[in-house]
């Protein structure tokens, strides 16, 4: 039934992306840097913020909630109708990587995020010293998930890196999962 709500909405070329991971992990610069905003000026999102971009044909909703601790309780009032959740790993943050899969794992045994992929943005890629994708696949046990599609991707918010190719990979995933054209 899931799928066929799914379907539906993607035939209207609108898609529901949840943005998650622990703060400091770089969501809203991300965002802002996707719509072209200034990234000099961010702060910790409270609540939560929706920006809608077009891209290859689509309109997509991206939601971006905050991940302080004392705000994590509430990511479940998110879930509904989410088509692909985009986890931000903050590459430079090695001690709170087990907190890290410890949520996402959480988060992926969640009955309402069933069907939706994820893209795990390893974030602050550019910084020296950063974890290496093996480092985070392993730290995240990736190669474990077998209940959602994902990919992991090496990005920047600051620079821009590889934001775009995510959201390819979105937008690609969901025809291919939905048999859309």
Not at 65 to 87: A, C, H, M, P, S
Not at 114 to 124: P, R, Y
Request: net charge negative; hydrophobic share 40%; glycine share 6%.
């Amino acid at each position: 039934m899931l799928s066929i709500l799914r379907k539906a909405r993607l035939k209207d070329k609108e898609m529901r992306i949840l943005m998650l991971g622990l703060d400091n992990a770089g969501k809203t610069t991300i965002v802002k840097r996707i719509m072209n905003e200034d990234v000099n000026t961010v702060s910790p999102t409270l609540g939560f913020i929706i920006k809608t971009i077009e891209y290859d044909g689509y309109k997509l909703n991206i939601w971006d909630v905050g991940g302080q601790k004392t705000l994590r309780t509430y990511w479940k009032n998110y879930f509904e109708k989410t088509d692909t959740l985009i986890w931000v790993v903050d590459a430079t943050d090695r001690e709170r990587m087990e907190d890290c899969a410890t949520e996402l794992k959480g988060l992926l045994q969640e009955e309402r995020l069933t069907g939706a992929s994820l893209l795990v943005f390893k974030n602050k890629s550019d910084v020296p010293g950063a974890m290496t994708e093996d480092e985070v696949r392993e730290s995240l046990q990736l190669d474990s998930i077998h209940t959602h599609t994902w990919n992991i991707m090496a990005c920047s918010a600051i620079t821009g890196l590889n934001l775009k190719e995510g959201l390819e990979w979105v937008v690609k995933d969901a025809k291919d999962r939905l048999f859309l054209f």
